[in-house]
């Protein structure tokens, strides 16, 4: 197994749905998915980490998680810790968006503070919930060759994405009946291929010639959409991959050429600006809490 998918949360269809009760936490470290992610808190007390940040979620949170987002959740609460957790890949409903309608916009249009972060009216909440429940339905149909089965949950996908945009865009006011611009679309793919390629030399200039577009214009309409230059992009994935492998037992130098730099002072410097940590100790802290755990 390539160790870069490590510690990556694949699902092996287009798509998964669970509601999970339980009374412990899953997971005990971040982890990015190759796979969107709809993260619903149905209950208080749920904690998290996104990137560097960590959060306090309220009962009916949505957690909107694109394919670069490092993140763990887990509860403080002695009784049971519900959510939902709903999944799918780009490709599952890549071919339902239309020129006017993105699903993916909620995902990685973000020019906002905490742009994951979706709190939910008791209505919008009580509506999530019926859509997740009637995917889960269809998918747990007895009979697998029921007509029409694929396609229905294609739809029932499509709209809880559908209310999930809406609510977002009425969240941070957005207020446009159509997508949010052409150009978006393009940075979709950009993201897309930097996620998918991060631990390659990728430059500028690779990315202008890869989609037919000069740097100057790529690196505005990227900086617009995501608030961050493709470059800075680059580095965060590179960098939210290497904190995940810190916390197995590969060296430090291996990880550093497998995340895509190109020497080992260039990673520490680049780790401990974004992280306040250098490598070197967020390793042995993370060691450390594993023998705690």
Same mark, same amino acid.
């Given at each position: 197994m390539n160790t870069l998918n490590k510690l990556e949360e694949t699902i092996y269809a287009d798509y998964d749905i669970q509601h999970k009760i339980t009374n412990y936490n899953e997971k005990f470290c971040c982890h990015t998915h190759k796979d969107f992610e709809i993260f619903f808190t149905n209950c208080e007390g749920v904690v998290g980490t996104i990137g560097q940040k960590n959060y306090t979620l309220k009962k009916n949170t949505a957690?909107?998680?694109?394919?670069?987002?490092?993140?763990?959740?887990?509860?403080t609460r002695k009784s049971d810790f519900d959510r939902y957790v709903t999944l799918f890949k780009l490709e599952f409903l890549n071919h339902v968006s239309?020129?006017?309608?993105?699903?993916?916009?909620?995902?990685?249009?973000?020019?906002?503070p905490d742009p994951q972060i979706?709190?939910?009216?008791?209505?919008e909440a009580t509506k999530l919930i019926q859509l997740q429940e009637a995917i889960?339905?269809?998918?747990?149909?007895?009979?697998?060759?029921?007509?029409?089965?694929?396609?229905?949950?294609?739809? *029932?996908? =499509?709209?809880? &994405? $559908?209310?999930?945009?809406?609510?977002?865009r009425k969240h941070h006011h957005i207020y446009s009946t159509t997508t949010i611009g052409k150009e978006h679309k393009l940075v979709y793919q950009i993201i897309n291929y930097i996620n998918r390629n991060f631990f390659e030399e990728i430059t500028l200039d690779n990315l202008a010639e890869e989609y037919s577009i000069d740097k100057f214009t790529l690196?505005?309409?990227?900086?617009?959409v995501t608030s961050v230059?493709?470059?800075?992009?680059?580095?965060?994935?590179?960098? *939210?991959? =290497?904190?995940? &492998? $810190?916390?197995?037992?590969m060296t430090i130098e291996k990880i550093c050429f497998e995340c895509g730099f190109n020497n080992l002072s260039n990673f520490s410097k680049s780790f401990k600006a974004h992280y306040l940590i250098s490598p070197k100790s967020y390793q042995m802290n993370a060691r450390k809490e594993k023998l705690k755990a």
């Open positions: 957690v909107l998680l694109n394919t670069s987002d490092s993140h763990w959740f887990g509860c239309t020129q006017n309608t993105n699903l993916l916009d909620c995902f990685y249009y973000r020019p906002f979706l709190e939910l009216t008791e209505e889960i339905k269809v998918i747990n149909r007895k009979n697998p060759e029921s007509f029409g089965k694929d396609l229905e949950i294609v739809i *029932n996908y =499509a709209e809880l &994405l $559908l209310l999930v945009n809406r609510i977002y690196c505005r309409i990227f900086s617009k230059s493709p470059i800075k992009y680059l580095i965060n994935c590179r960098l *939210n991959k =290497a904190k995940e &492998l $810190l916390q197995t037992d």
